[in-house]
């Protein structure tokens, strides 16, 4: 079956570290997306990708860094520059024009220790 | 500046009532618009989704309605049933940004015995 696969489900972080979300899918998909949620508030865009090798900032994209490399990937990178990792991070991906087929991961939350 | 604005903010039901959740936005230029159910800890599911000609669109007991002149939307929920509690989360894709999202808050809905 297709889909987007998140790992890993719950990730642990010491302050000052790098971390690195792992996001694949198999849909076939050009366009690619990070997005952060916070209790209480909507999902925030960080960044997103629409074809390999490009990629751009979104709503919230400091302390954070991606690359797509390959169509199926789109890793994000969660550096020691940002100042609340803690939340549950989101990809999705979906068919370029017009956003159909947009779906989403099952998430991976981020605690900061 | 793209806005979902989304009421109730919360809302406690019965089991077998009937519920209806609001949303009002601001995005520009519109592509389509969105209802997703959010399980805790999970990522979003589709319910609808319905461009700008479209007025009304069904998925079972779930029923959007979309009025793009005044820019608002409503999702109907019939005869609920306890595994509707969940939040829902109105979406709307801008024809820019990738077709990248723009969430509402959501609004968490309990449904009791």
């Known amino acids: 079956d297709g889909g987007i696969t998140q790992s890993p489900k719950y990730l642990f972080r010491k302050e000052g570290q790098n971390v690195t979300l792992s996001c694949e899918q198999n849909?076939?998909?050009?366009?690619m997306y990070w997005y952060r949620q916070d209790p209480g508030q909507g999902l925030r865009l960080i960044y997103y990708?629409?074809?390999?090798?490009?990629?751009q900032k979104g709503d919230i994209a400091e302390g954070y860094s991606v690359s797509r490399e390959k169509k199926e990937s789109f890793p994000l990178t969660v550096t020691s520059a940002q100042k609340n990792p803690t939340a549950f991070y989101l990809c999705?991906?979906?068919?370029?024009?017009?956003?159909?087929?947009?779906?989403f991961g099952s998430g991976t939350r981020l605690t900061v220790v | 500046k793209n806005q979902v604005e989304q009421s109730p903010q919360s809302l406690i039901i019965l089991e077998g009532k009937n519920c209806t959740l609001q949303?009002?936005?601001?995005?520009?230029?519109?592509?389509?618009l969105r209802w997703y159910k959010q399980d805790t800890g999970r990522g979003p599911v589709s319910l609808t989704i319905?461009?700008?000609?479209?007025n009304t669109k069904s998925n079972g007991r779930y029923t959007a309605t979309l009025d793009a002149d005044t820019k608002q939307s409503s999702l109907h929920i019939t005869a609920s049933q306890l595994s509707d509690s969940a939040s829902y989360i109105c979406?709307?894709?801008?024809?820019?940004?990738?077709?990248?999202?723009?969430f509402g808050k959501g609004t968490s809905l309990l449904v009791t015995p």
């Open positions: 999705a991906s979906s068919i370029l024009v017009g956003g159909y087929g947009y779906t």
């Open positions: 849909l076939n998909h050009d366009a």
């Open positions: 990708s629409q074809i390999v090798n490009d990629f």
């Open positions: 949303c009002n936005y601001t995005v520009s230029p519109f592509s389509n």
């Open positions: 319905m461009t700008f000609s479209e």
């Open positions: 979406v709307v894709s801008a024809a820019n940004s990738g077709y990248a999202l723009n």
